[in-house]
């Protein structure tokens, strides 16, 4: 199961899921998102798939939007194209949060390895797993303030749960960078490794070993657990970014970044 720019090699009930722009960091375009989904949703519907492990090939899990998309956003332009076709029952309402909730819907577990940079959207899909094991040296970041924007691929609903209202404001605000070791003691990451994938396809086979019955059950009521209210979120964060992009200070912080000066916004 390929594509060039998202990969997958399945063994033993195991999904090895690979972001495949090295050269870019990962970094998301529009292709990619759909990529992304596109490998998502033949996960969701392939037979005997009993865990899954998402990484990024090269010297990052993803650095987030890459610089092209951002610009095209300053000019009020949209990255992605028109609305695609969303799954009936996907709550979400935009292709970037069907790319991070698409991982929480496949019934299998589901973990994130992640090193080098976990930059905004990056960030943000790291957030559709399960589980997360994290490089110690690891950079991970909501960015979207420096760009005069809001998480918006899922982030406002996914991380309060994981680290608590107060700290999910808190690096949603700054948009200051943690590492792996920050990660696990605020409850973002379960664990620590120095190599994340090894260690997460290591635990990937440990629960392919287990009942795929109850490992389905248990992760479909646990997500029904935190879900209320996801569908007027998910609306909430589409209205937020539109109200956003193209917006003289969004265009401001981007143009004050690629310029290398302090930005000058308008109250």
Sequence with gaps: MSDDRV????????????????????????????AIVAMGEKLRHTPGVRAVVVSGEGHSFCAGLDFSS????????????????????????????????????????VIAAVHGHALGGGFQLALGAD???????????????????IPDMCGTQLLPP??????????????????????????????????????????A???????PDAL??????????AAAGLVDGFKAEQTGIRSLIGSPNQVEAVKAFFEKRPPAFAD
């Design 7 to 34: 990969t997958c090699t399945i063994a033993d009930g195991v999904a090895d899921v690979r972001f495949n722009r090295p050269e870019k960091r990962n970094a998301l375009d529009g292709a990619q998102f759909n």
């Design 216 to 225: 389905r059950v248990s992760k479909q009521l646990l997500e029904n657990a």
């Design 162 to 203: 994981l680290v608590g209202l107060e700290r999910a404001k808190e690096l949603t605000f700054t948009g200051r960078m943690i590492d792996g070791h920050e990660a696990v003691r605020i409850g973002l990451a379960s664990k620590v490794a120095d190599d994340p994938r090894a260690d997460a396809l290591a635990l």
């Design 70 to 109: 951002f610009q095209a956003m300053a000019g009020g332009g949209n990255i992605i194209g028109d609305r695609p076709e969303i799954p009936a029952d996907s709550p979400v309402a935009a292709l970037g949060q069907q790319a991070v909730y698409v991982w929480r819907m496949i019934p299998a577990p």
């Design 131 to 149: 589980l997360r094991i994290v490089a110690p040296d690891a950079q991970l970041s909501v960015l979207e303030i420096r760009w005069g924007l």
């Design 205 to 211: 086979a440990e629960l392919a070993a287990k009942s």
